[in-house]
T-cell receptor, first 113, second 113 residues
Framework: GESVGLHLPTLSVQEGDNSIINCAYS??????FIWYKQESGKGPQFIID?????DKRQGQRVTVLLNKTVKHLSLQIAATQPGDSAVYFC????????????FGTGTRLQVFP | ETGVTQTPRHLVMGMTNKKSLKCEQH?????MYWYKQSAKKPLELMFV???????ENNSVPSRFSPECPNSSHLFLHLHTLQPEDSALYLC????????????FGPGTRLTVT
């Protein structure tokens, strides 16, 4: 898939630096959150998830932080590489009235040398 | 071939045409999904199938007609579309319909003229 939109928020970082991508979610009852990465010409790819009973979860070079007080989710990428250039978007699962995954619009990450 | 494949990758059709999008998953999953990804909008869930049965229709207009002949194949039949239906249509699959680690295909870029 190509870009989600022409006017996505863009984060530009230098190769090797850490990146932080933020997401504000809408429903305080949401119990599960996912970060996806979408590279140009491809579909979204699962990166990492976190349940609402956790504040932090780490993967390989990625960390997701959840702040339920302010309904905020962030994705931290350590030592950002050119291959990390993509659109990143979060999704929240709202359990009521039915389980439903709601996606954000995304942030474009550009990595320059 | 592995993962989730979609054909065609690009499609241009007039408003009076009838066409079909095809999705195939080679992951042994039981749930399949159709999503619409438009510019400047979040990913929108259209349909969910679990064990070949449609479990969710997210208020999608009847000019979009899904078909799931088996757990590995999913079609989206299109007829009398409107220009605003132009978008990237993504197919995804997961082990079960309540599991949100979904695997996406590359999408079909649809343009309605």
């Amino acid at each position: 898939g190509e870009s989600v939109g022409l006017h996505l928020p863009t984060l530009s970082v230098q190769e090797g630096d850490n990146s932080i991508i933020n997401c504000a979610y809408s429903n305080s009852a949401s119990d599960y959150f996912i970060w996806y990465k979408q590279e140009s010409g491809k579909g979204p790819q699962f990166i990492i998830d976190i349940r609402s009973n956790m504040d932090k979860r780490q993967g390989q070079r990625v960390t997701v932080l959840l702040n339920k007080t302010v309904k905020h989710l962030s994705l931290q990428i350590a030592a950002t590489q050119p291959g990390d250039s993509a659109v990143y978007f979060c999704a929240e699962n709202t359990p009521f009235p039915t389980d439903k995954l709601i996606f954000g619009t995304g942030t474009r990450l550009q990595v320059f040398p | 071939e592995t993962g989730v494949t979609q054909t065609p990758r690009h499609l241009v059709m007039g408003m009076t045409n009838k066409k079909s999008l095809k999705c195939e998953q080679h992951l042994g999953h039981n749930a399949m999904y159709w999503y619409k990804q438009s510019a400047k909008k979040p990913l929108e869930l259209m349909f969910v199938y679990n064990f070949k049965e449609q479990t969710e229709n997210n208020s999608v207009p009847s000019r979009f007609s899904p078909e799931c002949p088996n757990s590995s194949h999913l079609f989206l039949h299109l007829h009398t579309l409107q220009p605003e239906d132009s978008a990237l249509y993504l197919c995804a699959s997961s082990q079960e319909s309540r599991e949100y680690e979904q695997y996406f295909g590359p999408g079909t870029r649809l343009t309605v003229t």
